[in-house]
C-alpha cells in the first residue's frame, strides 16, 4: 500500500510542476520573463517529468533479496541518474540559446564586448555538459560492484585523464584545453578578421577542438584550436572592426606621383566602400625597371577591405593605361653601334 502511494505521489507530483511551470510562463511572468521560461520548460518538461517518475518508482520498489527486484531496481537506478543528466545538459543548452538570444545575431557586430561574450559562452556549455556527461557515467560505474572502483576515479576526474592519456587521445584533449585558451585568452572572437598562411577570413566559429574560418571566396578553413595557441598569426579587428587594404602597383621611374595621387583620392573618395577614416599614396619600394607605388584605404570590416582594393586596382590599371600609358614599366636597353 506504502509502494502504491509513493508512486501515485511521483506520478501527482509530475503532473502538477507540468501544471504549475505552465501557469508560470503563461499567467505568473507576464511577458517579462518569458524569453527565458518558455524555451526552458518546453526542454525540460518531459525530462523533469521522467525524472519524478523514476526517483518515485525507485523508492516504491522493494530491495528485497529477489534477483528481478534488484535487477529492475537498479536499472531504474541507471535510468534516473541518465534522466537527471539529460535534464541538466538540456537547461545548459537552453541557457545557451537565450544568451545569444540576448546578444545581437550578427557576427559582423562592431562591438568587440558581444563578439567575445558568444565566443566565450559555447565553449564554456560544451565543457560543463561534457563534464555532466562524465559524472554521470562515473555514478553508473560505482553502481556496478566489478568496475565501482574506476567509477570512482572518474568522478575524482584523475582516471578520465589517465584512461584519455592511454587511449592516446592526448591531442584532443590538448585540442579541448586550448579551445578553452582561445575563448578566454582574448586572441581572437568569432566575427574577428584573421590572416593564416596568406590567407584571410573571419572567424565563423569556435569549438573546444577546432577554430572554423570562412576565407573570402565562402571556403572553409578548419584549425584545431591548438594552432592558435603555438603558431603566430594576424588578427586585424583586435581592437576595432575597421580594415586597412592596401594595393601595389608597378609603374615606370617617369611616373608623376602627384598625378596618380590626385587620381587615386578621387576614387577612393567616391566608393562606397570606405569608411571615411583614412588613406595614403607611397613609394614604397624601386628597382632598376620600375617603382612600386602602394595605396592604402580603410573600410568597415574585411569583405568591404577586399572589394576596395580590388576596385583600386583595376581603376588605377585603367587610368594609366588610357591616360598615361608611357608611365606602364617598360624594359629599356642601351644600343651600341
Known amino acids: 500500500m506504502g509502494r502504491a502511494v509513493i508512486m501515485l505521489a511521483a506520478v501527482a507530483a509530475a503532473v502538477l510542476v507540468d501544471v504549475l511551470s505552465g501557469v508560470l510562463v503563461n499567467r505568473i511572468a507576464h511577458g517579462r520573463y518569458k524569453w527565458l ?29 529477489g534477483r528481478w527486484l534488484r535487477e529492475g531496481r537498479h536499472a531504474v537506478l541507471l535510468l534516473l541518474i541518465g534522466s537527471v543528466a539529460l535534464l ?19 557576427v559582423m557586430a562592431a562591438d568587440r564586448r558581444i563578439r567575445r561574450t558568444r565566443t566565450q559562452i559555447r565553449p564554456v556549455r560544451r565543457l560543463t555538459s561534457t563534464a555532466v556527461t562524465i559524472v554521470a557515467i562515473g555514478l553508473i560505474m560505482t553502481t556496478f ?10 568522478l575524482t576526474s584523475a582516471g578520465v585523464i589517465g584512461a584519455v592519456i592511454g587511449l592516446s587521445a592526448r591531442t584532443a584533449l590538448g585540442n579541448a584545453f586550448a579551445g578553452i585558451q582561445v575563448a578566454f585568452a582574448d586572441g581572437l572572437y568569432i566575427g574577428d578578421v584573421l590572416v593564416i598562411d596568406g590567407e584571410w577570413g573571419r572567424v565563423e566559429e569556435v569549438k573546444l577542438t577546432n577554430v572554423v574560418i570562412r576565407l573570402w571566396d565562402d571556403r572553409r578553413l578548419i584549425l584545431p584550436t591548438t594552432y592558435f595557441t603555438e603558431r603566430p598569426f594576424q588578427n586585424w579587428t583586435r581592437h576595432e572592426t575597421r580594415v586597412v587594404g592596401k594595393v601595389q602597383i608597378h609603374v615606370d621611374h617617369t611616373a608623376n606621383l602627384d598625378d596618380l595621387r ?4 578621387r576614387l577612393i573618395e567616391a566608393s562606397p566602400l570606405w569608411d571615411r577614416h583614412q588613406w595614403v599614396l607611397q613609394m614604397v619600394d624601386a628597382n632598376p625597371q620600375t617603382v612600386v607605388i602602394q595605396i592604402q584605404a580603410s ?39
Request: include cysteine; charge should be positive.
Open 37 to 65: 521560461l518558455a524555451p526552458l520548460r518546453q526542454a525540460c518538461r518531459r525530462p523533469t517529468a521522467a525524472v519524478l517518475l523514476l526517483a518515485g518508482l525507485y523508492a516504491a520498489l522493494p530491495g528485497g533479496p
Open 88 to 106: 541538466v545538459v538540456r537547461a545548459l543548452h537552453v541557457a545557451e540559446i537565450v544568451a545569444f538570444s540576448r546578444l545581437p545575431a550578427g
Open 145 to 154: 560492484e566489478p568496475i565501482r572502483l574506476f567509477g570512482i576515479s572518474v
Open 262 to 265: 590626385v587620381e587615386a583620392q
Open 299 to 337: 573600410a568597415a570590416d574585411g569583405p568591404s577591405a577586399w572589394d576596395l582594393r580590388c576596385d583600386l586596382r583595376e581603376a588605377m590599371v585603367r587610368y594609366l593605361r588610357e591616360k598615361h600609358p608611357q608611365w606602364l614599366p617598360r624594359t629599356r636597353s642601351e644600343y651600341k653601334p
